[in-house]
């Protein structure tokens, strides 16, 4: 499920179906109730977006993928990016990992930077792209201050926190 605010961040999670009482809390845990929902015309959506300010929703079915500014092709974006990581680099996402790949996709997703060209029809074009990888590389090291990973002892990874003094 991918929560995005436009020119905002991204949550992504991965969840056992697509079930109303599957996704409410976690919609509830990531999405204001004071914030405009936007979504497609699944069922859960409409059920659970009678509890925020405002639900707008696209019929997809009717070849319907936005109207003014109802879309939600923002998090359809995310979803792209995570399909053609799956197809181009990764080839397999395993159920028991795919929220740490998620977390990799939202972190790319939340640091990047707007870039204003000129399009050949002379048009202003904003299109994003991802901050030095220096810059990446420095806040991924403030993210991970005050823990370490260590080895399983199946060879897996563990994150563990410092003890505080």
């Known amino acids: 499920m991918i929560a995005v605010e436009r020119h905002g961040p991204v949550r992504a999670v991965p969840v056992e179906n697509e079930k109303a009482d599957t996704l409410k809390p976690i919609i509830n845990r990531l999405v204001d109730n004071s914030a405009h929902l936007m ?40 979803s792209s990016i995570v399909q ?28 990047r930077v707007p870039v204003t060209t000129l399009t050949t029809a002379g048009k202003e074009k904003t299109v994003m ?27 897996g990874i563990q994150d563990v926190a410092f003890a505080k003094p």
């Open 39 to 78: 979504s497609d015309e699944h069922r859960s959506y409409l059920h659970i977006g009678r509890q925020y300010s405002a639900h707008s929703h696209v019929t997809h079915s009717k070849g319907e993928y936005s109207r003014g500014q109802v879309h939600c092709n923002t998090a359809e974006s995310f």
């Open 84 to 111: 053609r990581a799956r197809i181009g680099v990764f080839h397999y996402l395993s159920k028991s990992h795919l929220f740490r790949y998620l977390n990799e996709f939202s972190f790319r997703w939340d640091h």
């Open 129 to 155: 792209k991802p901050i030095p990888i220096i810059d990446m590389l420095f806040l991924l090291i403030m993210r991970c201050s005050g823990s370490h990973l260590r080895r399983t002892k199946k060879w």
